[in-house]
């Protein structure tokens, strides 16, 4: 390899950080909204950057994709027509589209390059966009939500940190946008940051939820190259409990999975000590 090639790269969240070693470099652009970075990586497959924060490597990426998703359907009495925000690497949308009570899916990402970008160095993500169920929009997440009523079974919020075109999806007005877009029963489920990290992120979504919906909960989910080894989704729901998945999945659903199971899902809802007054 070229010695002056870079053969690291790393994210550094709080002074602290991961850092993977690569082997080439796909893309590194600077879209409208953010820098994408695509790399190949020496043991990890593909690596998605923006704006140098990592979103996704193959080799975790299930972790995140099927907690962000399938609590979320699993709480739904019979989730039909689904909304993503964000999610441009079509990981979420891959998870949703593995559903068959779902007959329509919207997704609104504000950055068509993402999209396209993972569609050419990551299909095994990108994959959920070919599902004949989905029908993207490039655009605002929340300008797209505030137009809906009523009209959603779940919602998902797969978005960057609250920094750059995400910020606007961490505020009050979002939340009651989302939560007029949703159904009586509706539920939603909304990257929530690490309890190690960010614990006022958490906190202030938490809250969110907590005011407009009559049951939520914050589920912790493991992910080795996220900053602290872990992120988190919050799930909200007008009609029923969270916390325990409401019905069964199928086999095939079953036998796809890697990460979530109905006891993971009841696991996730258990959290340390030091974060218990958050909740109360
Ligand atoms: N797994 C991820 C992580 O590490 O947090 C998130 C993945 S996904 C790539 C996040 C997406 O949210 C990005 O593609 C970004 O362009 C999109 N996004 C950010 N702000 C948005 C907004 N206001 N409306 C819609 N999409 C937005």
Known sequence: MDEKFQRYVSEIDQ?????VEITGILCNIKSRYQRIKIYETANLGRLLM???IIQLTEFDEYAYQEMMTHPALLVHPNPEKVLI????DGGVARE????KTVKHIDQCEIDGEVVELCRK???STACGFDDKRMHLTIGDGLE???QRKNEYDVIIVDSTDPIGPGEVLFGREFYESVHAALKADGVVASQSESIFLYPDIVKRLYGFTRELFKYNGYAFIAVPTYPAGSIGVCVASKA???KKPLRQMDEDLKKVLKYYTPEI???AFVLPAFTKPWFE
């Not at 002074?15 to 850092?19: A, C, H, L, Q």
């Not at 949703?96 to 559903?99: E, K, L, S, T």
Request: proline share 7%; net charge negative.
């Open 85 to 88: 925000i964000g999610g441009g």
């Open 96 to 99: 949703v589209a593995r559903h």
């Open 15 to 19: 002074g602290f950080g991961n850092t």
């Open 240 to 242: 029923n409990p969270v």
């Open 121 to 123: 160095y990551i299909p």
């Open 144 to 146: 797209f939500v505030k």
């Open 50 to 52: 923006l704006d140098d």
């Open 265 to 267: 899902h009841e696991a």
